[in-house]
């Protein structure tokens, strides 16, 4: 396989793995509708705001939102509205029936 797809692969991998935790896809829901600082994310969560900016640390790595801080705030912005297409997409699966 070409070094090139070998790299885009391992990023898809790298936003799938930012992705692949259910506090962390409510974040990127939530910002979805806007920016939202940390605090505000932490409390949508009910987690402290060290454990939300952890996650937030996560998906900005993965290039999914990006921070812009202000006074003693961070705020966060999604700058990839794509992936709410494969929200509906993984929405849309029917779940397998148990074995």
């Known amino acids: 396989m070409a070094p090139s797809r070998i790299r885009q692969f391992k990023a898809q991998a790298q936003m799938f793995k930012a992705l692949a935790h259910p506090g962390r ?9 806007g920016e939202r600082c940390v605090c505000e994310l932490a409390e949508l969560l009910g987690v402290e705001m060290p454990t939300a900016s952890r996650h937030l640390a996560q998906l900005k790595h993965a290039g999914i ?4 801080k202000r006074g003693a705030q961070v705020f966060y912005r999604l700058v990839t509205p794509c992936v709410m ?3 509906q997409c ?10």
């Open 90 to 99: 993984v929405a849309s699966v029917k779940n397998p029936s148990p074995a």
């Open 85 to 87: 297409n494969f929200f």
């Open 65 to 68: 939102v990006e921070d812009d």
């Open 25 to 33: 896809l409510l974040m990127v829901d939530e910002l979805s509708r």
